[in-house]
């Protein structure tokens, strides 16, 4: 079913130079001479080509990126089922050789720039970073790390975490992080399930201006993690290293040449968690080809990036967007590491950094987006900006206020790529696209490879109109396996249980009539009020707008009679009061931009929005408790920034189910 809507203008065009200049243009007219893609038609003839074509897609990236199969692959999908498809069976190869390949070349050039909140740019030249990795990897070695072992690191967004990551790829073990700021049942709720043989750990990290010291923490990992073999000490506060652990600087001093395991393509890589707000985390295991083909593809044909490239992703090792940053080294990009505060001195803080780094892809949270927006934070007009080329954004949908602002205070000439995927499969299924054009709103398209389709409850694809976010086809970077998951059930229900043989994602998306996406929210916390269903997303776009309101969240929930009562809970701003005036405009607002059904049933004032440690606000886990569920059922404890916040929803539920008793 289709509904036809006409064409909005868009805020963003590439000129022709910028099209023909793109990565993605020159791949399209290479596989076009040699694997018989369409030669006409731009993206959206190469996009259907690449999904409808799936295996040659796949071979002509590899080829075309030059991807070393150290024993070649027999065929490039051996089977295609989901879940469980083999992706090139026969084949070896390594992530880290990949990644730093490209030390040859450009030997003194900057691999990695890191920042702190000093606002010192520390280089690591390629060179550098091999050597680092190379001797890491033989002391790996040395204590007794083999293939399939497990290395953890607990560990801010610093330079050492890198080179801990690609020398444990080189390896052949398997990587894992948490950032320094969760504690330590939350550490323990994630490494515990795949018992890690190293862990490599900081005595405390640097934050909004203060130290905050993690030795003590760090000693309770020790006592509970009982398969270390060894702790390394990274001593960022300066630190003595602690009895019975190594030092970082003596297992980096060598100058070995990198080793680098040839593992099958789907040799696990490293092991990535969902926000796990009930029951432990998933532990999501990806493969070393799949990403390394995933985000080949993502890094270089979809975010436009190369060697002349700096590459700034606000984010922290906990995480699956500080792999994906990570990965801009296999295109030759210059990595920017920033550990710190997004907001600290102030909250333009991360232009400061895009400016001193000479970023020019910089990545950022639509959240931060809008409380620049809300601080009246003027980018362009205070930082150089001038190198950044896109300003791309995820974590949450951009609202369209967020577009027309990165749009007039950044640069009339900025590429906005408001991207979404997920930790599930460490990529993205919608987003950049260099050579079309940006709608307010919307993500530009899906992504090379990916048949993502909007579907209705019946399972059939709808264009123009609500649905689930669904892939019919197998992607590399899918999980190979969740941890301690023997027979693949939980794997099996988190993605295919709805729709069997197709991954579902959890998300509402409408697909445009011409081809970009608008993602609507969470379709397991969706809110159906007689009849129709509406998207959480929309709703926060509309509230937050108004000045006084700092954050929401909303609520549906069917209740016992068959009513249905749909709160939307406010944080305000400072000095901002909930009176009789604040909630009319709420309501007006609300009614004037969606429609009189989204008007909530009462708005109430929280002292704060409950988010997983990831910053994702906390839907389900919520209306568990209105519900009634006890807190202990409703919720993981340790996988929320603040417990307290959801004891407030907690005793509201138990008050109203006094009142209606």
Same mark, same amino acid.
């Given at each position: ?29 290479w ?9 006409? &038609? ?6 259907r ?88 990897a ?70 909004g ?42 297992? !980096?001093? &060598? ?14 890589l ?13 532990a ?49 990009? !210059?990595?920017?590491?920033y550990?710190?505060?997004p ?23 639509a959240?931060y ?6 601080a ?18 995820? &974590?949450?949908?951009?609202?369209p ?60 694809p ?58 609507? &929210?969470?379709s ?6 007689q ?69 909530p ?61």
């Amino acid at each position: 079913m289709t509904t036809e809507h006409p064409q909005p203008e868009p805020l963003w065009q590439p000129d022709q130079e910028r099209v023909d200049a793109a990565a993605v243009t020159r791949f399209q007219d290479w596989a076009a001479a040699h694997h018989g893609a369409p030669a006409e &038609g731009g993206y959206p003839a190469l996009h259907r080509w690449s999904t409808e074509q799936l295996e040659t897609f796949w071979a002509a990236l590899a080829e075309w990126a030059g991807i070393r199969f150290t024993t070649p692959y027999e065929r490039v999908l051996g089977d295609r089922t989901m879940p469980g498809a083999q992706w090139f069976p026969g084949a070896t190869l390594n992530y880290a050789e990949h990644a730093l390949r490209h030390a040859a070349d450009r030997p003194e050039a900057p691999a990695l720039l890191y920042v702190d909140e000093t606002q010192e740019v520390t280089p690591i030249p390629w060179a550098e970073l091999r050597r680092q990795v190379g001797s890491l990897a033989a002391r790996l070695r040395a204590l007794g790390v083999r293939p399939g072992d497990r290395v953890s690191g607990y560990l801010p967004n610093i330079p050492e975490a890198v080179t801990a990551l690609l020398a444990t790829a080189a390896v052949g073990a398997v990587w894992t992080s948490c950032a320094p700021d969760f504690g330590a049942r939350s550490v323990l709720d994630r490494f515990q399930q795949v018992e890690p043989v190293v862990l490599f750990t900081v005595d405390g990290y640097r934050y909004g201006g203060k130290e905050h010291d993690r030795r003590d923490t760090v000693a309770e990992l020790r006592r509970e993690l009982p398969t270390l073999r060894a702790v390394v000490h990274i001593p960022l506060l300066g630190t003595a290293t602690p009895d019975g652990a190594l030092d970082w600087s003596a297992l !980096t001093a &060598g100058d070995d040449a990198p080793v680098f395991e040839q593992v099958p393509f789907d040799h696990p890589l490293w092991v990535l968690y969902s926000s796990g707000t009930t029951g432990l985390p998933k532990a999501i295991v990806q493969s070393q080809g799949g990403i390394l083909l995933e985000h080949v593809k993502q890094l270089a044909l979809h975010c436009d990036l190369g060697p002349e490239d700096r590459f700034f992703w606000y984010t922290s090792t906990g995480w699956m967007m500080w792999n994906f940053l990570v990965s801009g080294l296999l295109t030759g990009t !210059t990595v920017v590491l920033y550990d710190g505060s997004p907001g600290y001195p102030d909250t333009g803080a991360q232009w400061r950094v895009a400016e001193l780094t000479g970023a020019t892809l910089y990545g950022t949270s639509a959240a931060y987006v809008m409380a620049c927006r809300k601080a009246d934070v003027h980018p362009a007009r205070d930082f150089d900006l001038s190198r950044i080329a896109c300003v791309a954004t995820t &974590g949450s949908p951009l609202p369209p206020d967020g577009f027309q602002w990165l749009h007039d205070e950044v640069a009339d000439d900025l590429w906005i790529a408001s991207v979404s995927g997920g930790t599930d499969v460490c990529s993205c299924f919608a987003g950049a696209v260099p050579t079309l054009p940006v709608h307010i709103g919307e993500l530009q398209a899906a992504c090379l490879g990916t048949d993502l389709q909007a579907w209705d409850p019946e399972g059939k694809p709808v264009t123009g109109e609500v649905g689930e976010l669904v892939v019919t086809n197998p992607m590399p970077s899918m999980p190979i396996r969740f941890w301690n998951d023997p027979d693949g059930s939980r794997y099996h229900d988190s993605y295919f249980d709805m729709y069997p043989g197709v991954w579902r994602h959890g998300d509402w998306i409408t697909i445009t009539d011409h081809g970009s996406v608008v993602i609507h &929210g969470r379709s397991d916390s969706t809110l159906n009020r007689q009849g129709v269903r509406m998207g959480s997303a929309d709703i926060y776009e509309a509230v937050e707008r108004l000045p006084e309101i700092a954050e929401s969240l909303v609520i549906g929930l069917e209740e016992p009679g068959g009513g249905y009562w749909m709160p939307l809970f406010v944080h305000l701003a400072d000095g901002a009061t909930l009176d009789d005036d604040l909630i009319g405009r709420i309501k007006q607002t609300i009614r004037t931009e969606l429609s009189p059904r989204h008007v909530p049933d009462e708005i109430i004032q929280v002292p704060g929005i409950p988010h997983t440690l990831t910053g994702k606000r906390i839907e389900v886990p919520v209306k568990r408790l209105l519900q009634g569920a006890d807190l202990a059922k409703a919720v993981n404890p340790g996988s929320v920034d603040n417990l307290d916040l959801l004891r407030f929803y907690e005793d509201l539920a138990r008050k109203r189910a006094q009142r209606t008793a």
